[in-house]
């Protein structure tokens, strides 16, 4: 089994797998588009003296999720640190892209008292950060409890108090994603148009493939133009297969991946469906035909229903969890482009309202720029 939380930092290939020719499926069913092999430099083949990966079916067969901390790999002193670097790389890299969204709030504590007029001016700056008014007033109360019982007097350490408030939040929400149990684990991803769905399914797969999973992609999003063109590159970049109609029906496209996937011996079918808002009725009942068809193809599936959410819109991410949860069930979110919003907040918007658990955070548009949501990280880098 999978699990991808706190996972060990990704190792790329030792050398691109030359692609074989697809098992046959089952009558009926198209055959998956060939993938190519990117030339891009963030696939460069890493050194020969890297490990190679343990074998997928070993890791399947496992009924223990990897741990939160990586396993101890033998290395001479020299290659030890590389291996912590790109975890370290992410959080630095975390503080600048929620810089905007901390600079309201860290301003707070430049002052010399702890008085009310200290909380009013971190209220105003939460609430200003799309928290909401239950986080805020959650964060609040736990915040003031916290300096009674430490008897802190300084307004700085009042910051390091605050982070701690936001990690006791946050921490429900804190979650991993474990691939395994079942074979295909067929994971549904939705979201609105423009949220970077088809980008993250693209990270998702790379994300994937590190871990040992083979993965197959589904191009169910026939709604908007060029979108399953946008998908066969990603499929490309990974060098996974994916299966694609042109014109198809989604739900038909969806079935035929989840039933290539069995056959085929895939450990993940991803399915990338239509962007749509969830005031538009009509496309909302199309995600539930989609759900519906993808359980004639597999009756426990999907597995995981993913939402992805732009972390520029605010509150209005809450009311998209609200509204894709009551039409899916969701199980885990995707937040992306929290380097470009002030509005970072809403993170614990949903921790007080809907605690959906946050798989994914992202802040750029490299493969490496999203990565597994830690609590403690996330409040850390925020208050920075």
Partial sequence: MFSFFRKKPPTPPATPAPVHEPAPLTPGLPPAEPARVDSAPALAPAPTTAPAPAPVEALVQDPKPIAAAPQAVEKSSSEAVPAVAPRLSWIDKLKVGLR???????????????????????????????????????????????????????????KG?????????????????????????????????????????????????????????????????????????????????????????????????????????????????????????????????????????????PHEVLLVIDGNTGQNALAQVKAFDEALGLTGLIITKLDGTAKGGVICAIAREKPVPIYFIGVGEKLEDLETFDAREFAQALLA
């Fill in 100 to 158: 905007k969204t901390g600079t309201g709030l860290t301003t707070v504590f430049t002052g010399t008292r702890i008085d009310e007029a200290l909380y009013e001016e971190l209220e105003t700056a939460l609430l200003m950060a799309d928290t909401g008014v239950k986080a805020t007033e959650h964060l609040l109360a736990d915040l003031k409890k916290r300096v009674k019982d430490s008897r802190t007097t300084d307004p700085a350490a009042v």
């Fill in 161 to 301: 108090l605050l982070a701690d408030a936001m990690v006791a939040l946050l921490a429900p929400l804190q979650k991993p994603l474990q691939i395994g149990e079942h074979k295909p684990t067929v994971i549904m991803v939705a979201g609105v148009n423009g949220a970077g769905k088809t980008t993250s399914i693209g990270k998702l797969t790379r994300h994937l493939a590190d871990a040992g999973a083979t993965v197959l992609l589904a191009a169910a999003d026939t709604f908007r133009a060029a979108a399953r063109e946008q998908l066969a590159v990603w499929a490309d970049r990974n060098t996974v297969e994916i299966i694609t109609q042109q014109g198809g029906d989604p739900a038909a496209v969806s079935f035929d991946a989840v039933t290539a996937g069995k056959a085929r011996g895939r450990d993940v079918v991803l399915v990338d469906t239509a962007g749509r808002l969830p005031t538009q009725l009509h496309l909302m009942e199309e995600l539930r035909k989609i759900k519906r068809v993808v359980q004639k193809a597999d009756a426990t599936a």
